[in-house]
């Protein structure tokens, strides 16, 4: 049991690159998210799904995209990737909406990515 | 004004001391509150959920103010384990439920 993984681990690309970030989780979560962190801005929503085929906008959704194709992974896409998009990326499940103890939203180990 | 906040510290403390956190939130609509540990470099995981009445798990404690709205986290008999970031994370309808974090709090335990 793996939890939720993400691939890959860090990543450099130049302004104006394209790439995609993968999140699996085998725990059979209906929920996923994909959030940023950032220096003194914490965590940040940027999309989020809740279930398969289904995928919604956070608080900082602009210049990235999503898609969930199967229930177990959840893609996050940078089209045309720009300075501001330098971060640390994490992927979450969670078995139903929010998090607790009940409902605890599980994270991946992250993805840093730099771009130039 | 940021929806969570927390003081970015660092709080430097020893090994055995007393050390608290508080979290203020800013909408009253805040429905569920939680703490999170972070190591660095690592992911965040749930460290305890808040609840109205208080809740205690070992040497942590949760408390929750909502008419003041802040929720506090109390850490007694300080390891060196405990030094880490401590986000607070609320949730509310306005956003379906979703978490909204605060920028963390760095605590070091220092022998």
């Known amino acids: 049991n793996a939890g939720v993984t993400q691939t890959p681990k860090f990543r450099v690309l130049k302004t104006g690159q394209s790439m995609t970030l993968l999140c699996a989780q085998d725990?059979?979560?209906?929920?996923m998210y994909w959030y940023r962190q950032d220096p003194g801005m914490g965590l940040r929503l940027i999309h989020y799904s809740v279930g398969e085929g289904t995928t919604a906008k956070g608080e900082v959704p602009d210049g990235y995209n999503v898609s969930r194709l199967k229930k177990q992974n959840f893609l996050l896409g940078l089209e045309s990737a720009a300075p501001s998009q330098t971060s640390v990326y994490f992927c979450?499940?969670?078995?139903?909406?929010?998090?607790?103890?009940?409902?605890?939203?599980?994270f991946g180990p992250g993805t840093r990515l730099t771009v130039l | 004004r940021k929806e969570v906040e927390q003081d970015p510290g660092p709080f430097n403390v020893p090994e055995g001391a007393t050390v608290a956190f508080n979290c203020t939130y800013s909408n009253s609509a805040s429905q569920s509150f939680f703490w999170y540990r972070q190591d660095c470099r690592k992911e965040p995981k749930l460290l305890m959920s808040?609840?109205?009445s208080g809740n205690e798990d070992g040497r942590f404690t949760a408390q929750l103010n909502r008419a003041s709205q802040y929720i506090s986290l109390l850490i007694r008999d300080s390891k060196l384990s405990d030094s880490a970031t401590y986000l607070c994370a609320v949730s509310h309808m306005e956003y379906g439920n979703k978490l909204v974090f605060g920028a963390g709090t760095i605590l070091r335990v220092k022998s």
């Open positions: 725990m059979n979560h209906e929920y």
């Open positions: 808040v609840y109205s």
């Open positions: 979450a499940s969670s078995y139903r909406e929010g998090g607790g103890a009940r409902d605890e939203q599980f």
